[in-house]
């Protein structure tokens, strides 16, 4: 069973930035796409950036330019850089590995 574990949120003022980080276990992740994902109150879950076992990646219009997606294999690890924070980016951030999710990471950002 795929472990997926988020840290790296809290809450920041406007214009700020955090890096969330998602560990993940298995001997098989170099191999996949990662995802990040949010979901705010009263609202549905949003793919935020995905990057490939290769390396390339794509953000949702709303983050792009301020998030940045990277993974390092050898931690078994996806990260997402996150700078120039707007209240709107408030939300839970999962990440994700094929059918598996984590258990979400809550980011609180303050104007």
């Known amino acids: 069973q795929v472990q997926l574990v988020e840290s790296g949120g809290g809450l920041v003022q406007a214009g700020g930035s955090l890096r969330l980080s998602c560990a993940a276990s298995g001997s098989d992740f170099s191999i996949y796409t990662m995802g990040w994902h949010r979901q705010a109150p009263g609202k549905q879950r949003d793919w935020v950036a995905i990057i490939t076992s290769d390396g390339r990646t794509n953000y949702a219009d709303s983050v792009k330019g301020r998030f940045t997606i990277s993974r390092d294999n050898a931690k078994n690890t996806v990260y997402l850089q996150m700078n120039s924070l707007k209240p709107e980016d408030t939300a839970v951030y999962y990440c994700?590995?094929?059918?598996?999710w984590g258990q979400g990471t809550q980011v609180t950002v303050s104007s």
């Open positions: 994700q590995k094929g059918g598996s």
